[in-house]
């Protein structure tokens, strides 16, 4: 086990800004509607905000574009918003993480406005250019994430840029050491504001080698790390979580390894990427296959069970809901997004919840093309239908997995905006608005959000949650996801019905427990004995004892 950090008996919850409140009505979340909510984070107990990027850009991917690094987009507010913030969060002892997303900056941004003029100047280089190939092609034919080549051709300097992401989204040379101490320069400036720390997006692609075709975890990206923690992190005290897609339970420890000198925590997906489909990825996805599910998680808290920290998560502003997607959006919806929520909070890392999860917002019901904002969909949906997959079933997927069931409007409260705007949002509010909302949730302790609530409390109440060895059982079982964590003689065990269906079992002496129920969603439970249980549909069960 390993030192307790302040950060690690917090619950971290994430804000999308556009989406999350609107104190202007211009249909666009800003930074003030986030200083108003600020009471709803610190009523869930909320310690800790990743804050999805606040920064100038031209939105092409909602921010993750930025054109100034060091201010704030005018639709969100001003840098005296941000500085209120911040001041009101730490009063309620709420710290801020901002999104750094440094693998690639907006096109806009004037270092590229510079580079893509002269290749003289010394911006050109904070970009990774390439000459055209013989037949003034682009070099090569690799594809980019959101579709199209990685390579736009930009005739004022007769070369082409690399872009990972989208051509408004060119990717930062982080081989060009100005650039690096630029990237530094302004972390410390945000730390300086009194930020705690940083979400790091896509954090795994900084170190590659395009010429080699090195891309996710490449050759440089733990020599980039340490050196941004010398320059910029350390003696600081700051919580840094590094996103990546590409991280495995072999990599981690590199990236969050206490002796590394890198960062606090992995923001991995494999749990995510495991419903996936092997050809048409997200956009086929499967059913939950529980017993896979269980595993990759069980993998991860073995993986880093004594260095490192995991985060957890199902939700995030990329993802589905997590109701919609592994629960019962339907007849079960309190008590699946109940079940889901205890089993993901009650390992070992930091939960990290994500605005409407706490209600069990559902996703978007989306059912035609116009209906959707995100780069990536609309990107993909050229592709996909180009590559001859019928639009109903590209449809049928997104609605499944597209990123914009998790950016429909926060739902507040009963009114027509749901309480996000008092005027036109930005992308439509979901229909369920009315039954679904903060307001009709707040005094209820059956509801979801007091169920949150419990769980965000339980983490700092018991030091089990935090320190305590996670051992997992019942591995094979198709509805139930059952573990134990044990910390100085005291046993947590956890039972959730990951079904629709009663869920029997024989519970092992080692997943037994006497003692209070500190969890019981279903109906009142003394403990969980050894010898056969019968959970109900999406029941969830911790007891605490020994
Ligand atoms: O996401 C990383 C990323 O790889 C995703 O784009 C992922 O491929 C996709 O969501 C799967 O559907 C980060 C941000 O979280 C995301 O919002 C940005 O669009 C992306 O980086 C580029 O900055
Ligand atoms: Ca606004």
Same mark, same amino acid.
């Given at each position: 086990?390993?030192?307790?950090?302040?950060?690690?008996?917090?619950?971290?919850?994430?804000?999308?800004?556009?989406?999350?409140?609107?104190?202007?009505?211009?249909?666009?979340?800003?930074?003030?509607?986030?200083?108003?909510?600020?009471?709803?984070?610190?009523?869930?107990?909320?310690?800790?905000?990743?804050?999805?990027?606040?920064?100038?850009?031209?939105?092409?991917?909602?921010?993750?574009?930025?054109?100034?690094?060091?201010?704030?987009?005018?639709?969100?507010?001003?840098?005296?918003?941000?500085?209120?913030?911040?001041?009101?969060?730490?009063?309620?002892?709420?710290?801020?993480?901002?999104?750094?997303?440094?693998?690639?900056?907006?096109?806009?941004?004037?270092?590229?406005?510079?580079?893509?003029?002269?290749?003289?100047?010394?911006?050109?280089?904070?970009?990774?250019?390439?000459?055209?190939?013989?037949?003034?092609?682009?070099?090569?034919?690799?594809?980019?994430?959101?579709?199209?080549?990685?390579?736009?051709?930009?005739?004022?300097?007769?070369?082409?840029?690399?872009?990972?992401?989208?051509?408004?989204?060119?990717?930062?040379?982080?081989?060009?050491?100005?650039?690096?101490?630029?990237?530094?320069?302004? %972390?410390?400036?945000?730390?300086?504001?009194?930020?705690?720390?940083?979400?790091?997006?896509?954090?795994?692609?900084?170190?590659?080698?395009?010429?080699?075709?090195?891309?996710?975890?490449?050759?440089?990206?733990?020599?980039?790390?340490?050196? %941004?923690?010398?320059?910029?992190?350390?003696?600081?005290?700051?919580?840094?979580?590094?996103?990546?897609?590409?991280?495995? &339970?072999?990599?981690?420890?590199?990236?969050?390894?206490?002796?590394?000198?890198?960062?606090? %925590?992995?923001?991995?997906?494999?749990?995510?990427?495991?419903?996936?489909?092997?050809?048409?990825?997200?956009?086929?996805?499967?059913?939950?296959?529980?017993?896979?599910?269980?595993?990759?998680?069980?993998? +991860?808290?073995?993986?880093?069970?004594?260095?490192?920290?995991?985060?957890?998560?199902?939700?995030?502003?990329?993802?589905?809901?997590?109701?919609?997607?592994?629960?019962?959006?339907?007849?079960?919806?309190?008590?699946?997004?109940?079940?889901?929520?205890?089993?993901?909070?009650?390992?070992?890392?930091?939960?990290?919840?994500?605005?409407?999860?706490?209600?069990?917002?559902?996703?978007?019901?989306?059912?035609?093309?116009?209906?959707?904002?995100?780069?990536?969909?609309?990107?993909?949906?050229?592709?996909?239908?180009?590559?001859?997959?019928?639009?109903?079933?590209?449809?049928?997927?997104?609605?499944?997995?597209?990123?914009?069931?998790?950016?429909?409007?926060?739902?507040?409260?009963?009114?027509?905006?749901?309480?996000?705007?008092?005027?036109?949002?930005?992308?439509?509010?979901?229909?369920?608005?009315?039954?679904?909302?903060?307001?009709?949730?707040?005094?209820?302790?059956?509801?979801?959000?007091?169920?949150?609530?419990?769980?965000?409390?339980?983490? &700092?109440?018991?030091?089990?949650?935090?320190?305590?060895?996670?051992?997992?059982?019942?591995?094979?079982?198709?509805?139930?996801?059952?573990?134990?964590?044990? +910390?100085?003689?005291?046993?947590?065990?956890?039972?959730?019905?990951?079904?629709?269906?009663?869920?029997?079992?024989?519970?092992?002496?080692?997943?037994?427990?006497?003692?209070?129920?500190?969890?019981?969603?279903?109906?009142?439970?003394?403990?969980?004995?050894?010898?056969?249980?019968?959970?109900?549909?999406?029941?969830?069960?911790?007891?605490?004892?020994?």
């Amino acid at each position: 086990t390993r030192r307790t950090e302040w950060w690690m008996n917090r619950t971290a919850y994430q804000i999308y800004p556009r989406s999350f409140a609107d104190a202007n009505g211009d249909g666009v979340g800003d930074i003030p509607g986030i200083i108003d909510r600020l009471h709803h984070l610190a009523d869930l107990g909320i310690g800790l905000i990743w804050l999805s990027p606040v920064y100038r850009s031209p939105m092409a991917d909602n921010g993750y574009d930025i054109s100034d690094y060091q201010d704030i987009a005018p639709e969100y507010g001003t840098l005296a918003d941000f500085d209120r913030l911040v001041a009101e969060a730490d009063r309620r002892d709420i710290g801020i993480i901002m999104d750094l997303v440094v693998n690639h900056s907006s096109d806009r941004h004037p270092w590229f406005l510079e580079a893509k003029q002269d290749r003289a100047s010394p911006f050109h280089d904070f970009y990774y250019w390439r000459d055209p190939a013989p037949d003034g092609g682009p070099p090569d034919d690799r594809k980019a994430y959101f579709g199209g080549p990685v390579w736009t051709f930009y005739p004022e300097v007769g070369r082409y840029v690399f872009n990972l992401f989208s051509p408004q989204q060119p990717d930062l040379n982080w081989q060009n050491p100005a650039l690096r101490q630029a990237v530094y320069d302004m %972390m410390r400036w945000w730390l300086d504001r009194g930020v705690r720390g940083f979400r790091m997006d896509v954090i795994d692609l900084i170190g590659k080698d395009i010429d080699r075709d090195l891309i996710t975890e490449g050759p440089y990206l733990h020599d980039f790390l340490q050196e %941004m923690h010398r320059e910029v992190l350390a003696g600081r005290d700051v919580v840094t979580v590094g996103e990546s897609w590409n991280v495995t &339970k072999e990599t981690a420890l590199l990236y969050c390894g206490r002796d590394r000198g890198e960062l606090d %925590m992995v923001f991995q997906f494999q749990h995510i990427v495991a419903g996936w489909d092997r050809v048409h990825g997200k956009w086929r996805p499967h059913p939950l296959d529980l017993v896979a599910f269980k595993k990759v998680w069980t993998d +991860w808290q073995e993986a880093l069970e004594v260095d490192g920290w995991n985060s957890l998560f199902l939700n995030n502003h990329d993802l589905p809901r997590s109701v919609s997607r592994y629960g019962d959006a339907g007849q079960w919806r309190d008590r699946s997004a109940k079940a889901l929520a205890t089993a993901i909070h009650l390992m070992r890392g930091t939960p990290f919840v994500f605005q409407g999860e706490e209600i069990g917002m559902t996703n978007a019901g989306f059912t035609e093309i116009t209906h959707y904002r995100d780069i990536e969909l609309i990107n993909m949906h050229r592709e996909m239908l180009m590559q001859g997959l019928p639009e109903h079933q590209f449809l049928e997927g997104a609605g499944i997995t597209a990123r914009d069931n998790a950016r429909t409007p926060m739902q507040w409260d009963t009114g027509p905006g749901a309480g996000f705007t008092t005027g036109e949002p930005w992308i439509a509010v979901n229909p369920n608005s009315a039954d679904i909302n903060v307001a009709a949730q707040r005094n209820d302790p059956n509801s979801v959000l007091a169920h949150y609530r419990h769980l965000v409390a339980l983490r &700092k109440q018991h030091e089990v949650i935090v320190q305590g060895r996670f051992v997992s059982w019942l591995e094979d079982h198709p509805q139930i996801w059952a573990y134990t964590r044990e +910390w100085n003689n005291q046993r947590l065990s956890v039972l959730c019905n990951i079904s629709s269906e009663p869920a029997r079992t024989e519970v092992p002496p080692g997943l037994a427990s006497n003692g209070t129920c500190l969890i019981c969603t279903a109906h009142p439970r003394h403990s969980v004995p050894a010898g056969p249980i019968t959970l109900e549909p999406w029941e969830a069960v911790v007891v605490l004892g020994n």
